[in-house]
């Protein structure tokens, strides 16, 4: 079965430092794997995601991700944080049935 | 990208009735569309997954008698709360998968925000 783990449910920063979220998965066999944005009370925007093409994903908003298949991981990386970036992210990975499973959501935190 | 609204954005109702929510794909035909729930501070979780023209299929816990869904046309699902209750109170958010995009593409609605009094 397909699962993802977010190892930080908050992450804070300064406005103009990278931003680092990370995200595990287990697969068991080449997953697609997605990062969403949520800001409150919105619905989920797509970031970005990887679908057994290149490993380094660029997405929007100036947001990447790197599939490691040694690691398991798919962390999302910024280079420099904004204000506007203060919002909750998810990684997700999709099912042999298209279904998402949903990590359980890292908060990032700007700090001006 | 492609757009997907859901209506009502909020909703406020007495327990005991009916609620239901709808979601549009407005500019892509979605064959299949998802309905998550999202309690608060709370990763999404899958309730159903809506086909055109059959009948949806429920996860695991989640009550098929409580949580009617229609899809049908390609273009519209509806999710109805029957004799809802405070413990329904939450976050619906639906998802429409446009295949022309890929299989793997989910574009998601602004949700629903649910408040069962």
């Known amino acids: 079965a397909q699962s993802v783990t977010q190892l930080d449910s908050h992450v804070s920063v300064s406005e103009g430092t990278p931003v680092l979220l990370r995200c595990n998965y287990s697969?068991?066999?080449?997953?697609?794997l997605f990062w969403y944005v949520q800001h409150p009370n919105k619905g989920l925007q797509l970031l970005l995601k990887y679908t057994s093409a290149a490993t380094l994903v660029k997405g929007i908003n100036g947001f990447e991700a790197e599939f490691k298949k040694s690691e398991t991981s798919f962390h999302l990386t910024k280079p420099s944080a904004h204000m506007s970036d203060a919002a909750e992210y998810f990684c997700a990975v999709m099912d042999s049935s298209y279904k998402l499973i949903f990590g359980s959501g890292t908060r990032l935190l700007v700090r001006p | 990208g492609a757009v997907v609204s859901q209506h009502p954005s909020r909703v406020i109702c007495k327990s005991g009735t009916s609620v239901k929510i709808e979601c549009r794909s407005l500019d892509f035909q979605a064959t299949t569309m998802f309905w998550y729930r999202q309690f608060p501070k709370q990763s999404l979780m899958l309730m159903a997954t809506s086909n055109e023209g059959s009948k949806a299929t429920y996860e695991q816990g989640v009550e098929k008698d409580k949580f009617l869904i229609n899809h049908a046309s390609l273009t519209l699902s509806t999710l109805t709360v029957t004799s809802a209750h405070p413990e329904d109170s939450s976050f619906y958010i639906c998802?429409?998968?446009?295949?022309?995009?890929?299989?793997?593409?989910?574009?998601f609605g602004p949700g629903t925000r649910l408040l069962v009094l």
């Open positions: 697969s068991s066999y080449s997953p697609s």
């Open positions: 998802s429409a998968r446009a295949p022309t995009s890929g299989a793997e593409t989910q574009y």
